[in-house]
């Protein structure tokens, strides 16, 4: 157990949906990173936070958001969803966010869109 | 856009044999990482290299950062079918984005 807690595991949702996926960081952890793990391929970053603020950013598509809260959790928002959104979402955390982070990540959401 | 790519992609073996997976990009790293994944699970860290030339052993896994640290290396000794799963390398780079960004992986599969 990685610390790092995902809801829900699995969605199922209809193209053009709306959908929220959480994350709850490791106790202590400050930073937040969502990834993104279609089918037998590797992780594509999407965002990053780091105590509330983002911090990086990457292939995020502006139908997607996201949002670090007070309390250090985490929400992915995926709207007008695609068939294409259908993947394994990742959040993973870390200490601080810096260079030589090590991040632990959660077990996934895995959404299927039909 | 930096890359770190990994060979091969996929590896099939037999129970006993040694392998060896391999992380590459054009631009040095501040540090590499390497996960493990098996299906319907996150990545699990394995390793964290930081120092060029660096050798960090787990039990049957080698791990090498090359002295440039563009490259690095995970060997398994004697694999088991225990190992098999999706081998990951994660790098940050000494400029651009803070994230980690990760290679394809490799996909490996031990024969028992």
């Known amino acids: 157990d990685s610390g790092v807690t995902q809801t829900p595991k699995h969605l199922i949702t209809a193209t053009g949906q709306r959908v929220t996926l959480r994350c709850s960081p490791r106790?202590?952890?400050?930073?937040v990173y969502w990834y993104q793990q279609s089918l037998d391929q590797g992780l594509q970053f999407l965002i990053q936070?780091?105590?509330?603020?983002?911090?990086a950013k990457g292939n995020i598509l502006e139908r997607f958001s996201a949002q670090q809260f007070p309390d250090l959790h985490s929400e992915l928002n995926l709207s007008s969803l695609e068939l294409g959104d259908s993947a394994l979402y990742f959040c993973a955390s870390s200490v601080t966010g810096g260079e030589f982070t090590e991040a632990f990540f959660g077990q996934g959401t895995r959404l299927t869109v039909v | 856009t930096q890359l770190l790519e990994q060979s091969p992609q996929f590896l099939s073996i037999q129970e006993g044999e040694n392998l060896t997976v391999y992380c590459n990009s054009s631009?040095?790293?501040?540090?590499l990482q390497w996960y493990r994944q098996e299906p319907g699970e996150g990545p699990v860290l394995l390793v964290t290299v930081v120092t060029g030339g660096e050798v960090k052993k787990l039990k049957r896994l080698t791990f090498q950062f090359g002295d440039a640290r563009k490259d690095s290396s995970l060997h398994i000794t004697a694999a088991q079918p225990g190992d098999t799963g999706l081998y990951l390398c994660?790098?940050?780079?000494?400029?651009?984005?803070?994230?980690?960004?990760f290679g394809s992986g490799t996909r490996l599969q031990v024969q028992p």
């Open positions: 936070y780091y105590n509330g603020e983002e911090r």
């Open positions: 106790s202590g952890d400050l930073s």
């Open positions: 631009s040095v790293f501040s540090s």
């Open positions: 994660a790098g940050a780079w000494t400029t651009g984005r803070r994230a980690l960004t």
